[in-house]
Structures are given as structure tokens and as C-alpha cells.
């Protein structure tokens, strides 16, 4: 896990160098505010095609619309939440986002390394994969065929 950690922290380092960028500076843009960002985007498509439902599905596609903000709104939330407490404007923004992953990870038991790993790359991984998979749910919903049966 530790290897994992440090080739990942090359790549920040790699990523931030043309931008003369520090490798605390690449940490805070790429894991506080571009990851939260990207989450919170992907839910945009979600929108989209749960607003084209309503066109076909009527009741169904309001309240699919409606889940679908909610559930947006979700992630702007959390995003709003991680960018406020991890302000740019602060010097100590990385070092407060250090130290708070070093509690978590005594709390869970699990090793500084690890969590990062398991928060910036496996659940961003699993949110992605989540929000696309909502995706192309609604979607499938949206192109199905409604076949009305009349009462006899």
C-alpha cells in the first residue's frame, strides 16, 4: 500500500510541476477541490436525462427529476462542506487536511496511506461508477417502450 501511496504522490508531483506547482499545491487542487468538483458534475447528466423523462413518462419523470436534484444537491453539499473547510485562501490547507486524515485513520485503524488511497482513488472510482450507472438506469427508463394493456 505504501508503494501504491508514494507512486500516486509522484504523479501529484508530476501533475503539478508544469504548472509550478508545489506538491502540497497539486494535493489541494487535484484532491480537495477537483475531485469533490468532478463528483458533483457527474451528477449533472443525471439531471438531464431524468428531465427528458418527463416528457414521455409524465408522473414518473417528475418525481425521477426531483430525486435527481435532491440527489445532486447531495454532492454540492459535501463538495461546498470540503471546499470551505480546506479554503484555499488558508496557508495550512493541506496540513489541516493531514492531520485530519491522520485521525480518521487512527480512528479506523487503518494506515495515513491506505485512507488516502481508499478515499481518493477507490471511492472517487466507486462514486463515478455509481453515478453512471444511475445514468444509464434513467436512461434505459426514459427508452423503453410503455405498453398499455386495456381492461377487458
Known amino acids: 500500500m505504501t508503494e501504491l501511496f508514494q507512486l500516486l504522490c ?5 501533475v503539478g510541476y508544469p504548472f509550478g506547482w508545489t506538491y502540497q499545491e497539486t494535493s489541494i487542487y487535484i484532491c480537495i477541490y477537483l475531485w ?9 447528466p443525471i439531471i438531464f436525462v ?3 423523462c418527463i416528457v ?6 417528475i418525481v425521477l427529476t426531483l430525486l435527481s436534484v435532491v440527489y445532486s444537491m447531495y454532492y ?9 473547510r480546506y479554503n484555499i485562501s488558508n496557508v495550512n ?3 489541516n487536511c493531514m492531520l485530519d486524515l491522520q485521525m480518521i485513520a487512527r480512528q479506523t485503524g487503518v494506515t495515513y496511506e491506505a485512507l ?8 472517487f472510482i466507486i462514486i463515478m461508477t455509481i453515478n453512471y450507472t444511475i445514468y444509464r438506469t434513467i436512461k434505459w427508463y426514459r427508452n423503453r ?3 398499455c394493456v386495456k381492461a377487458i
Request: charged letters at 5%.
Open 56 to 61: 414521455k413518462h409524465k408522473i414518473s419523470g
Open 36 to 44: 469533490p468538483i468532478l463528483c458533483c458534475l457527474s451528477t449533472v
Open 76 to 84: 454540492l453539499f459535501y463538495t461546498n462542506l470540503v471546499i470551505d
Open 145 to 147: 417502450n410503455i405498453v
Open 93 to 95: 490547507s493541506f496540513n
Open 50 to 52: 431524468s428531465l427528458s
Open 116 to 123: 488516502n488511497i481508499y478515499i481518493y482513488v477507490v471511492l
Open 10 to 14: 509522484g504523479l501529484l508531483y508530476l
